[in-house]
């Protein structure tokens, strides 16, 4: 069974670049593509990109400018950064697979999620 | 960039009943790439629903979803009190994926 786990600090200073990283684990890195989403205290979800396990990226057009993702096939792990935060950062950040089913990619595996507070 | 418009923002059921939930687009799209997914309080989404109309591995049958064009629907049968829930539906149009606001069921 595939698990996911995000890892990083719960408190990121404004201006500042948030980081964080999700351990995949059950299953290889490779031959997937791997997602962030955020989720604002009590909003809905929002997508933010997602990488590809050869290093590929694509950014959600309204973060673009401030997205980094990378990839560790060595460690099983891809990395999120998100530079010049502010309070709007604010959410809980999930890592996700986008698993190919019928020829179309959904997110079917999700970590639980860890909570990134933007303050100073 | 398309919009999804979930409706109602909030429905009120009680459990054995049957509940319709609506995800509008802002235009056409291809219903293979519609998905839907539910997310319990303080829980991670779950996938529930993909190609609009197939469930996901060890969903339910009284989940079932419908729809093409731009007027998706997920119904649940018969409700249970694991589904009180919020729901989301989600479309990815390549590169990029959007979700809809959610509509949340709660006990009436």
């Known amino acids: 069974q595939v698990q996911l786990q995000e890892s990083g600090p719960g408190l990121v200073t404004p201006s500042e670049t948030l980081s964080l990283t999700c351990t995949v684990s059950g299953g290889s890195i490779n031959i997937f593509y791997w997602s962030w989403i955020r989720q604002p205290p009590g909003k809905g979800l929002e997508w933010i990109g997602y990488?590809?396990?050869?290093?590929?990226?694509d950014y959600n057009p309204s973060l673009k400018s401030r997205v980094t993702m990378s990839v560790d096939t060595s460690k099983n792990q891809f990395s999120l950064r998100l530079n010049s935060v502010t309070p709007a950062d604010t959410a809980v950040y999930y890592c996700a697979r986008l698993g190919r089913i019928a020829g179309r990619y959904y997110f079917d595996y999700w970590g639980q999620g860890t909570l990134v507070t933007v303050s100073s | 960039e398309i919009v999804l418009s979930q409706s109602p923002g909030t429905l009120s059921l009680s459990p054995g009943e049957r509940a319709t939930l609506s995800c509008r687009a802002s235009q056409s799209i291809d219903s293979t790439f519609l998905a839907w997914y539910q997310q319990r309080p303080g829980q991670r989404p779950r996938l529930l629903i993909y190609g609009a109309s197939s469930r996901a591995t060890g969903i339910p049958d009284r989940f079932s979803g419908s729809g093409s064009g731009t007027d998706f629907t997920l119904t649940i049968s018969r409700l249970e009190p694991e589904d009180f829930a919020v729901y989301y539906c989600?479309?990815?149009?390549?590169?990029?994926?959007?979700f809809g606001q959610g509509t949340k069921l709660e006990t009436k």
């Open positions: 989600q479309q990815h149009l390549d590169p990029f994926y959007t």
């Open positions: 990488i590809y396990y050869t290093g590929s990226t």
